[in-house]
């Protein structure tokens, strides 16, 4: 109960703090709260394959992760750090609980606490065996959640990520030093890779699902993604912190709202122009669901033919 009332007299706070539409979409991003979205705008996230930045995702959970291991690890010290991950790992799972823990969250909780541990611990985190041990750890717990397409959605998409997101910044370095300088080469990796290619490799696993449940290919999503995805930190960080801010001192909150607003308005507004772009989204039929599964089938062989040559 403490916790819902919470998150009311937040969403009351962000609805104070900025105008609309930009109030519903920070509602969206920062409590998992979409139902004010205007269904224009939805609709326009929509079509330009941008609506993953209003769904509470791993992104959200890294960077909180990251600020509360910061804050509690400095309050108590390194001789404390697994006491620290502890609390982090409570406060995250307040935030999913917060957010309504549907299953997209609950992942990436998950994978946010196994991240934790492994760093007290001193061990690395392997992609592939979080990810699986997560998704039996939730299926275990409700079956029914492989079903759902928000975990469908999230569980590809972090695929993609693990299997991909390192061979498509070898590539690019490997084709870009052809033609300019290796150092050039190197600071341009960071910058394309977490804007551009991680996201393609977001979009190539959870292309056959979009595809199978919304009947729509959008082609403006290769371009409107790179265009928004730098201001989504400031997004995060300007708008949770003014949120913060303000339920403990609301003017200080609206100050820093202000600071936030331009990056939430950026956001909608190049949407709103992809999705006016002729031929930017495709309508298609019902896909046979055994398409789907060559689809798959077909990466999944590229992909272990890729794993054998680099071996």
């Known amino acids: 109960a403490a916790i819902y009332s919470l ?20 509602a969206g991003i920062l409590l998992g709260d979409e ?29 909180l992760a990251g600020l509360f291991s910061t804050i509690f690890g400095r309050v108590l010290g390194r001789k404390r750090r697994f006491l620290a991950a502890v609390l982090s790992g409570v406060m995250i799972a307040l935030y999913t ?25 001193g061990s690395r985190q392997d992609g592939l065996n979080s990810l699986g041990l997560v998704a039996a750890a939730m299926a275990l717990w409700d079956p029914n959640v492989l079903w759902e397409v928000g975990f469908q959605l999230s569980f590809m998409a972090t695929l993609g990520l693990v299997l991909y997101a390192e061979p498509f910044s070898r590539a690019f370095i490997r084709a870009a030093t052809r033609w300019l300088p290796e150092e050039t080469t190197l600071r341009m990796a960071g ?27 959008s082609f403006s999503a290769l371009l409107a993604n790179p265009l928004i995805l730098p201001a989504q930190p400031a997004v995060m960080i300007l708008g949770g912190l003014a ?11 609206q100050v820093l709202a202000y600071a936030a607003w331009p990056f939430v308005a950026y ?9 006016r772009w002729r031929g930017g989204v495709l309508a298609m039929g019902q896909v046979a669901l055994p398409w789907i599964g060559l689809f798959y089938l077909l990466v999944l062989l590229w992909t272990a033919a890729g794993k054998r040559m680099e071996g």
Do not use: C
Request: glycine share 8%; aromatic share 10%; hydrophobic share 55%.
């Open 191 to 217: 910058p394309v890779g977490e804007y551009v290619l991680f996201t393609l490799a977001a979009q190539l696993m959870t292309l056959p699902v979009t595809i199978f449940y919304f009947r729509r290919l």
């Open 267 to 275: 956001t909608i507004r190049v949407v709103e122009w992809f999705a």
């Open 35 to 63: 139902a004010g979205i205007p269904e224009a705008v939805q609709q326009a996230f929509n079509d330009t394959g941008t609506s993953h930045v209003i769904a509470i995702s791993g992104f959200n959970i890294t960077i």
């Open 97 to 121: 609980v917060l957010v309504g823990a549907d299953a997209a969250v609950v992942r990436a909780a998950l994978m946010g606490w196994l991240a934790l541990l492994g760093r007290q611990l």
């Open 7 to 26: 998150k009311e007299r937040s969403k009351q706070l962000i609805y104070r703090f900025w105008p609309d539409p930009e109030a519903s979409l920070l």
């Open 243 to 253: 949120l913060l801010a303000g339920l403990i001192l609301q003017p200080v909150g």
